[in-house]
């Protein structure tokens, strides 16, 4: 009776493995489209601890937007010209520090959020190449200032999943505007990364 138990129960896990192996991944629209939710979801449960306990607030955000943001390829972006000078410790520590104030940006902005409609767009020029970089749109509607337009730029990472590596909010492109103050810094500073990284606000 146990064998025959035993070999039911490896049929039914074979059988859900396969169905899971079969599962296409993701695409780019669906990964932007689960992530926001997810975000939105976060902050909408973790609302209460913004100002009370605000280190447990961000912490969730952060967790959150993990889910679909490389945020080394987040600092490779920002860094860009200069990103062939900088080494994988130090990019994956700008890293870190870009995912810190994104989440302190977008959890502040988004503490006041209240149910507005969110429209997702596809890419309106895709690539031809399926697993190229592409860029999804997000339009949030019904709020105190009308309508508000994201702009999601995605790639393929080395897990063969779509991740977000830099974002536009209302036109302003963030990896230009943080690669302006990264290059300051590095005139400032002569050059030198870890003081750009150790002096970075």
Sequence with gaps: ?????????IGILSFSMMASA????????????NGV???????QQSRSFFLSDPDRYFGEVEQA???????????TVVMSRY????TEEQTSRFGDIIKSTLTRFYGAALA????????FIPSDNPPSDPRADTV??????????????????????GSDEWKLK?????????????YAQFAAAMTKFDNDIDQVLDNWK
């Design 166 to 178: 830099n974002l536009s909010l209302g036109g302003i492109n963030l990896g230009r505007q943080y």
């Design 1 to 9: 009776m146990n064998t025959l138990k035993n070999i039911v129960l």
């Design 83 to 86: 990103a062939d000078e900088a």
């Design 65 to 75: 937007l993990v889910t679909m943001v490389d945020f080394d390829a987040v600092a």
């Design 22 to 33: 079969q599962q296409p991944p993701l695409t780019a629209l669906a990964t932007v489209e």
């Design 112 to 119: 006041s959020y209240g149910g507005q409609e969110l429209v």
């Design 136 to 157: 999804v749109g997000m339009e949030l509607r019904g709020g105190d200032n009308g309508s508000f337009k994201l702009q999601y730029q995605m790639f393929i990472d």
């Design 37 to 43: 939710r997810l975000l939105l979801d976060t902050v």
